[in-house]
């Protein structure tokens, strides 16, 4: 097993969700370096805090504010992998969905992903891997 201590920076996106929370405490608990990006400033610090790592707070879920923050996240070296956690539900019948709301969900989930998906080439030089996370509800 590699030693995550001497390894490049693990990023997680959409850290201050209860999925990339996990990941960021697992990562943590084996020595590895990290860098979070999430939206939420306040449970951004009390979490980069709390595990001593690097923190980007994100203006937005568009492609391109993504794709800019990762690729700033890496500018002082490759990241030994980034994960994707940012991801939201709307639980709404199509009916009573608005055309703004369908919009928001399309930008957290698949635009963001989308500006990782970008990034990753310039981001991920020594292999590592990008992982794009999803919930139960994915499947539904």
Known sequence: MQDLVTCDPFIILGATGATGQQLARDLHARGAK???LARD??????????????????????AVTIRDALLTACADGPAAGVAHCIGSLLLKPAKRTTVEEWHEVIETNLSSAFGVTMAAADCIKNGGSV??????????
């Open 41 to 62: 400033e306040a449970k951004l610090d009390e979490l980069a805090l709390s595990l001593g790592a690097d923190r980007t707070v994100l203006a937005g879920a568009d």
């Open 34 to 36: 990290l860098r979070l």
């Open 131 to 140: 992982v794009f996370c999803s919930s139960v509800a994915a499947s539904l």
